[in-house]
């Protein structure tokens, strides 16, 4: 069995950065794209960032210019840096992972808040 962790969530200061892990652990599994998406209160989830195999990334609009996403070698962890961060970032961030069998595999969620 396939498990998704995030890490790196916290509190943070306006104009501050956070920078994400997500990982597997379990049975090995080949993963073809790596995703990051967010849902804050009352809102629906809504992509971030994501990358495939071959290192294509897509952004939404919001975190274009401040938010990269980027992975390691092997494909197993993905890394979501976060600079100029601003209060309407402050979410929840999953992690979701598409794998063999084009399974989606989400990770529980880490928070993310921006105060003063």
């Known amino acids: 069995q396939v498990q998704v962790l995030e890490s790196g969530g916290g509190s943070v200061q306006p104009g501050g950065s956070l920078r994400l892990s997500c990982t597997t652990s379990?049975?090995?599994?080949?993963?073809?794209?790596m995703g990051w998406y967010r849902q804050a209160p009352g809102k629906e989830r809504e992509l971030v960032a994501a990358?495939?195999?071959?290192?294509?990334?897509r952004y939404g609009d919001s975190v274009k210019g401040r938010f990269a996403i980027s992975r390691d070698k092997a494909m197993k962890t993905s890394f979501l840096s976060m600079n100029n961060l601003e209060s309407e970032d402050t979410a929840v961030y999953y992690c979701?992972?598409?794998?063999?069998?084009?399974?989606?595999?989400w990770g529980p969620g880490t928070q993310v808040t921006v105060s003063p």
């Open positions: 990358i495939t195999g071959g290192g294509i990334t």
């Open positions: 979701k992972m598409v794998v063999q069998g084009y399974r989606d595999l």
């Open positions: 379990g049975s090995p599994v080949t993963i073809y794209t």
